[in-house]
Structures are given as structure tokens and as C-alpha cells.
């Protein structure tokens, strides 16, 4: 990563996987261009989970992985964790308190997954995650809250989260004037499409995405999946 021009920071689910035809015409594209594109895969999904979805849909392997909605970096080969971001993730965080909480409030249901560093469930609508929120803020719980897909909810230590992630990797990687794209579906994407770097919203977004506001950096695809990462990429970075 250190030194790199052009960088893919993409989720994975509904984003890069989702459409093998419009994937294989993204990953040729790449192949066929003199310059060599870094990925970056930053996804909900928790290590073991990305892994084998990587393999699954044989896709290359990047040059970091973030999962767990932006808790969790591994980078070098093989994977390690990142140790600077590990230390940063437990600042503050009071897992037990959060599922405390959560466990009190009807209409919340606890993902069953092998979770570190978030608390994940599925909400019944709007109102359990209003609720959820509001009782965190009135214990005085530093944290993030994400609510995404219209049912999943992510409660993340305080300074995590995909767009936070991101920002640590091209500081610590010290990238500058690289031609980045970042590619998302869904809400717990916006925080990194937000950042103010060439961005993409694939076509088959989720609605809280396509209703989010205009902004010149973030480019509205046509094609779904891969196809709308390859339709942003040139929009963006021809040359």
C-alpha cells in the first residue's frame, strides 16, 4: 500500500459480489491498464466469513481487508491484524453495558455471530433503534450506532466505523494524490462515502443510500454491483 496510485476501497456484499458477469469485465479492465490498482475490501462480514467469501467468488485477495464494519484491519501476507487499530478499538468500549441494554429493548433480536469488536442485531423497524440509541446516549456509552439494510444494527466502539478505517489507512500508509474510488450499497457504507474522495453508490443500493443527499464526489451508478465500481471508475479516473 505504501506508495500506491490508484486504490479500489470497495465493499463486498451487494458492491463488488453480486453480478459474476459485471465482476469478470471490472477485474479484466484492471488487468488490461498499465497501472497497477491496490484493493482494499472493507465489509461487514467478520474475518473467516470475508475469507471465504473471497474464495467462494474467487476474488483477488487485497492488499488489506477491514471487516466487521470497519472494527477489525488485517493487512501484510499473510494477514495480521493491525495492532495500532486493535489498541484504538478498545478504547471505551463497554460491550456487556451495550448488550445489557439491547437485551431490555422489544424488537431487537442478537445477530448469532462470532463478534469482537461490535454488537449486532436485527431491529423490528425504526423504533427499537431510536430506543437503542437513546438509552446509550443516557448511559453515557461512547460509541457508534449504524443502522443499515432497514434491519441491521451495529453498535461499534466510538472512533470505528468503515469511513474512520479508511481515513487510518491512507494516513498510516501515508497515501497522497493516489486516484482512489470508494464503492458501497448500503448505510453502513455512507461514513466512507462521505469522506470527500471520488465514491460511488453501485445502482443496486439500498434506499437509505439512494436517498442520501447529492454531492459532486459521490457518483450514482446505473449498473449494479461491480458493473457500477467499473462505470464510477471511468467517470472518475479515465485516462
Given at each position: 500500500?505504501?506508495?500506491?496510485?490508484?486504490?479500489?476501497?470497495?465493499?463486498?456484499?451487494?458492491?463488488?459480489?453480486?453480478?459474476?458477469?459485471?465482476?469478470?469485465?471490472?477485474?479484466?479492465?484492471?488487468?488490461?491498464?498499465?497501472?497497477?490498482?491496490?484493493?482494499?475490501?472493507?465489509?461487514?462480514?467478520?474475518?473467516?466469513?470475508?475469507?471465504?467469501?473471497?474464495?467462494?467468488?474467487?476474488?483477488?485477495?487485497?492488499?488489506?481487508?477491514?471487516?466487521?464494519?470497519?472494527?477489525?484491519?488485517?493487512?501484510?501476507?499473510?494477514?495480521?491484524?493491525?495492532?495500532?487499530?486493535?489498541?484504538?478499538?478498545?478504547?471505551?468500549?463497554?460491550?456487556?453495558?451495550?448488550?445489557?441494554?439491547?437485551?431490555?429493548?422489544?424488537?431487537?433480536?442478537?445477530?448469532?455471530?462470532?463478534?469482537?469488536?461490535?454488537?449486532?442485531?436485527?431491529?423490528?423497524?425504526?423504533?427499537?433503534?431510536?430506543?437503542?440509541?437513546?438509552?446509550?446516549?443516557?448511559?453515557?456509552?461512547?460509541?457508534?450506532?449504524?443502522?443499515?439494510?432497514?434491519?441491521?444494527?451495529?453498535?461499534?466502539?466510538?472512533?470505528?466505523?468503515?469511513?474512520?478505517?479508511?481515513?487510518?489507512?491512507?494516513?498510516?500508509?501515508?497515501?497522497?494524490?493516489?486516484?482512489?474510488?470508494?464503492?458501497?450499497?448500503?448505510?453502513?457504507?455512507?461514513?466512507?462515502?462521505?469522506?470527500?474522495?471520488?465514491?460511488?453508490?453501485?445502482?443496486?443500493?439500498?434506499?437509505?443510500?439512494l436517498d442520501s443527499p447529492e454531492h459532486p464526489m459521490i457518483y450514482?451508478?446505473?449498473?449494479?454491483?461491480?458493473?457500477?465500481?467499473?462505470?464510477?471508475?471511468?467517470?472518475?479516473?479515465?485516462?
Amino acid at each position: 500500500m505504501h506508495g500506491a496510485k490508484h486504490i479500489l476501497a470497495t465493499d463486498l456484499d451487494g458492491t463488488l459480489v453480486g453480478d459474476p458477469e459485471g465482476l469478470q469485465q471490472l477485474l479484466n479492465f484492471y488487468e488490461e491498464q498499465v497501472y497497477d490498482v491496490s484493493l482494499v475490501y472493507i465489509t461487514g462480514r467478520y474475518y473467516d466469513s470475508a475469507m471465504g467469501l473471497i474464495e467462494q467468488e474467487q476474488l483477488p485477495m487485497p492488499d488489506v481487508l477491514v471487516t466487521d464494519v470497519g472494527t477489525s484491519i488485517y493487512a501484510g501476507q499473510p494477514f495480521r491484524k493491525d495492532p495500532e487499530w486493535a489498541a484504538r478499538m478498545r478504547e471505551g468500549w463497554q460491550p456487556e453495558r451495550i448488550e445489557a441494554i439491547a437485551a431490555s429493548i422489544e424488537g431487537l433480536t442478537k445477530q448469532p455471530l462470532p463478534l469482537e469488536n461490535r454488537c449486532s442485531y436485527f431491529a423490528d423497524g425504526s423504533r427499537p433503534v431510536e430506543e437503542l440509541k437513546l438509552q446509550l446516549e443516557e448511559a453515557g456509552i461512547l460509541h457508534k450506532l449504524v443502522f443499515s439494510g432497514g434491519r441491521d444494527v451495529d453498535v461499534l466502539p466510538h472512533r470505528s466505523g468503515k469511513g474512520e478505517a479508511l481515513e487510518y489507512l491512507l494516513e498510516k500508509y501515508q497515501i497522497e494524490d493516489a486516484k482512489l474510488l470508494v464503492a458501497g450499497d448500503s448505510g453502513n457504507d455512507l461514513e466512507m462515502l462521505s469522506l470527500g474522495f471520488p465514491s460511488v453508490i453501485v445502482g443496486n443500493a439500498q434506499p437509505e443510500l439512494l436517498d442520501s443527499p447529492e454531492h459532486p464526489m459521490i457518483y450514482r451508478a446505473t449498473k449494479h454491483c461491480a458493473g457500477g465500481i467499473h462505470e464510477a471508475w471511468t467517470y472518475f479516473h479515465s485516462e
